[in-house]
């Protein structure tokens, strides 16, 4: 059973500000700890590190590399009004080639592995992937169903995209084709399996989750792919938090920005490491295989 325990090294709140301090705390606190735990249990793991984050504080992508986790890539910037959706090709193209350079400059080796900010991408992602280089993508969520709570034109498309690791369409990461990059998909079971719904719902929302994707898992082989953010592990001081609207109809506003602000800040810091290493015990003991995402279709 291969488990990708998959991390997005990012600086932006959730009011989508993008703050030093932040910045800091992942560098200085959040992530050395999360890499400390990820160490304890073995696991090898993938962080996709946003480019804007690597240039201000390159120390994070070395730290990543000398505990030999593999580095991906999040974009270049987090600004949800310049999300891959939204971005034509050439515009995707450069962006790629902007956040690969740097880190394979910080890194000094190739980046192959790729996932879009906020999971936005569109029918010119795939053909954007291949032209800059990568091979592996992780933006896709199947059958994710609370997509209605964020923004993004591609999500419906997660509703029949394959639940196991696949080749991609040229025009659709949601949908197998010959596109040459390998998707793993985020798991989720109806509710997504990632560091935020953990913290939300950490009692029985989780670990019914949990259940029902190693139950799949041993029938169909899918992968099990857990997203999480070294940003979570991090104090955030409540008081700065002022929704920021980005959604157009109040409801979009009530759901995707105020409710989601609030929920967001549950179980933040230490609390929501120890959640984490309750993952990382339960499919170390049910024989979960931890993988980086490059190494994903090695002895599949
Ligand atoms: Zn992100």
């Given amino acids: 059973m291969n488990v990708f325990f998959t991390n997005d090294v990012e600086h932006t709140s959730v009011n989508g500000a993008v703050w030093n301090r932040i910045a800091t705390q992942v560098d200085e606190d959040g992530l050395p700890q999360l890499l400390d735990l990820y160490e304890?249990?073995?696991v090898k793991s993938t962080f996709f590190v946003l480019g804007q984050l690597a240039d201000l504080k390159p120390n994070i992508v070395k730290q990543i590399v000398a505990r030999g986790q593999e580095v991906g890539s999040h974009g270049y910037q987090h600004d949800y009004r310049f999300a891959f959706d939204l971005m034509p090709l050439e515009d995707q193209i450069a962006e790629l080639r902007k956040s690969k350079d740097l880190l394979e400059q910080i890194t000094g080796q190739e980046i192959v592995s790729f996932r879009a900010p906020a999971l936005r991408v569109n029918s010119d992602t795939p053909k954007a992937l291949?032209?800059?280089g990568f091979k592996f993508d992780s933006s896709v969520a199947p059958q994710r169903m609370d997509a209605f709570?964020?923004?993004?034109?591609n999500k419906k498309q997660w509703l029949k995209a394959p639940r196991a690791i696949y080749?991609?369409?040229?025009?659709?990461?949601?949908?197998?084709?010959?596109?040459g990059i390998i998707e793993v998909p985020i798991s989720s079971y109806g509710v997504p399996y990632i560091g935020t719904m953990m913290?939300?719902?950490?009692?029985?929302?989780?670990?019914?989750?949990r259940r029902l994707l190693y139950w799949e898992s041993k029938r169909k082989n899918t992968p099990i792919t857990f997203l999480y953010h070294p940003s979570e592990a991090v104090k955030e001081i409540e008081e700065e938090y002022s929704p920021h609207r980005r959604a157009q109809s109040e409801l979009g506003y009530l759901l995707s920005d105020v409710l989601r602000a609030k929920v967001k800040l549950r179980n933040l810091n230490h609390k929501a490491l120890d959640l984490l290493e309750r993952e990382l015990v339960f499919?170390?003991?049910n024989g979960g295989k931890f993988k980086c995402v490059k190494n994903c279709i090695c002895d599949l």
């Fill in 149 to 153: 709570m964020s923004l993004g034109t």
């Fill in 199 to 209: 913290r939300i719902l950490p009692y029985v929302m989780t670990p019914l989750t």
């Fill in 167 to 179: 080749e991609t369409a040229i025009d659709n990461l949601s949908r197998e084709g010959h596109s």
């Fill in 283 to 285: 499919w170390r003991d």
């Fill in 40 to 42: 304890r249990y073995g």
């Fill in 130 to 132: 291949q032209e800059v």
